[in-house]
């Protein structure tokens, strides 16, 4: 055989067998760390949080014996920093591991962070976190509220006095029986859904792909932008404006209603039933067009390319 042709020959075959002598290594030396259970006292004083995790799940609970803890299922070196700094409870992911533990890592369940709670009240709430749930009851109340998740659930339920903001990048936001001030919701792909949610002002939301879900919903106004993924109002009232823009999703509404609305999608259909009579503007190319001739009400002003249009008047 050519030299030319036998020495990548040789040079891939120790490659070859060198890796092989690290991935057995790897294996040998990093078998599945042990979950221990750590928890955190917290004595000091605090009306904030700020949290930094990577992947693990956060949930919030009442304290059952009036103390205030963090309770944290992780591993020797793969662990969190808890304390109070400036009147913050800050919880931090800290790494311990060596590279090539990181590299043979076969352990993939989430960690849990449970943070239990004696106080229900509290100023701000800010989450940053990498993969892993968000859960937190509606027992408690901050005053503002802002977390951002790259993918994971947020189950958030807790109410909001003054702001409030919500993005993740791949996952579900739920809310349900609970009051705001407004609402910034911002979803790439996953959905989200409001069931018997109480907005002071207006209701903001961007995502890509996804479906909107609002069940008993009241607010002042309502904007939504999706390219991908139907827009579903139940029983949901809004003072002044629907304003809703989407790309290929159906536009359903069941007994729900507003002053005014503007509905814009491509190839979707919008269809249901309004409260109160609207005084119709509909543009269609292709598609049907079945609305009341009322004469009087709000302005419902709706345009499609492809989608059909169904609307009723119930009383």
């Known amino acids: 055989m050519k030299p030319a042709v036998l020495i990548p020959i040789i040079i891939g075959s120790v490659l070859l067998v060198a890796g092989g002598v690290l991935i057995a290594i790897g294996v040998k030396n990093n078998r599945i760390a042990p979950r221990v259970t750590n928890t955190y006292t917290i004595n000091e004083n605090f009306s904030n949080f700020d949290i930094n995790i990577e992947t693990a799940d956060l949930a919030f609970k009442v304290s059952e014996d009036n103390s205030n803890k963090v309770v944290c299922e992780e591993t020797e070196k793969d662990k969190h920093e808890v304390s109070v700094i400036n009147n913050t409870l800050t919880i931090k992911y800290h790494d311990e591991r060596k590279w ?55 189950h958030f339920n807790a109410n909001i006095v003054i702001e409030s903001s919500f993005k993740t990048t791949t996952g579900y936001i739920t809310m349900e029986n609970m009051n705001a001030p407004a609402l910034n919701l911002n979803v790439t792909t996953g959905d989200i859904s409001l069931k018997n949610v109480h907005v002071t002002n207006n209701i903001q939301i961007d995502i890509t792909t996804g479906r909107i879900n609002l069940d008993s919903v009241t607010a002042k106004n309502y904007k939504s932008v999706s390219s991908t993924g139907t827009v579903v109002l139940k029983d949901t009232v809004i003072e002044n404006e629907i304003n809703i823009r ?22 979707g259909d919008v269809t249901g039933t309004f409260l109160t009579s609207k005084i119709f503007h509909v ?26 249009v169904s609307l009723n008047i119930v009383q």
């Open 246 to 267: 989407t790309s290929t999703g159906d536009v359903r509404f069941d007994r729900s209603d507003a002053a005014t609305l503007d509905i814009e999608t491509s190839t």
């Open 100 to 154: 090539h533990e990181k590299i043979f890592h076969f352990n993939f369940a989430r960690m849990k962070v449970t943070v239990y709670l004696a106080e229900l009240e509290f100023d701000s709430l800010k989450i940053n976190m990498s993969t892993g749930d968000v859960s937190v009851p509606n027992n408690f109340t901050f005053n503002s509220v802002n977390t951002t998740q790259s993918t994971g659930d947020c």
């Open 283 to 308: 543009e269609t190319s292709t598609g049907s067009i079945d609305v009341p001739p009322t004469t009087e009400g709000g302005l419902c002003k709706i345009k499609t390319s492809t989608g059909d």
